[in-house]
């Protein structure tokens, strides 16, 4: 059950979430500052630059000894409702990842896992698991360039089925 917090409290809340994604401490000052937010840390943890952690409720998100966040990920346990987030022992989420949690339930980033950068996460990831997008593939051919001063209809016009290999 979650408790509403008062004004003050949610203020603060925001303001160390700010604090944390700027100061420097990977190791150190950063998983303290989320630590006095509520977020629940056990043991160390690395968290990068820029990161977000949920700011309503960060006391539903929990990260487990040697769990590593990588820059500019974000960490979401509400949508329309708060949900939990647990990021397991030696779990490494790359850079630029979202995890948002369904409402009501819990999302687990399983032990030893492994999310590759740019990643979305909306359900559990198994233990021992490397999870993530496909590299960057061909779309189109592009035949007028996306230049600054390119209409953006005459880029789209200009684009071009690709050929079969």
Do not use: W
């Given at each position: 059950?979650?408790?509403k ?97 369904p409402?009501?339930k ?16 909306a ?28 209409p ?6 200009g ?7």
């Open positions: 059950m979650i408790k917090k008062s004004a003050l409290r949610r203020t603060l809340n925001r303001v160390l979430g700010m604090l944390a994604r700027f100061l420097p401490g990977a190791t150190s000052l950063r998983p303290f500052i989320h630590k006095l937010r509520g977020v629940r840390i056990s043991g160390r943890v690395f968290i990068g630059d820029d990161v977000y952690v949920e700011n309503e409720y960060p006391e539903c998100i929990e990260l487990c000894d040697g769990a590593q966040i990588c820059l500019r990920s974000t960490l979401i346990a509400h949508t329309r409702g708060p949900g939990r987030i647990v990021v397991g022992r030696n779990a490494f989420l790359g850079a630029n990842c979202v995890v948002t949690a409402v009501g819990t999302l687990t980033i399983g032990e030893g896992s492994v999310v590759t950068a740019c990643s979305v996460i359900s559990n990831v198994p233990a021992f698991t490397m999870v993530g997008i496909e590299k960057a593939k061909r779309l189109a051919e592009v035949t007028v360039p996306l230049a600054m001063d390119t953006y209809e005459s880029f789209v016009a684009l071009r089925p690709l050929k079969p290999r």
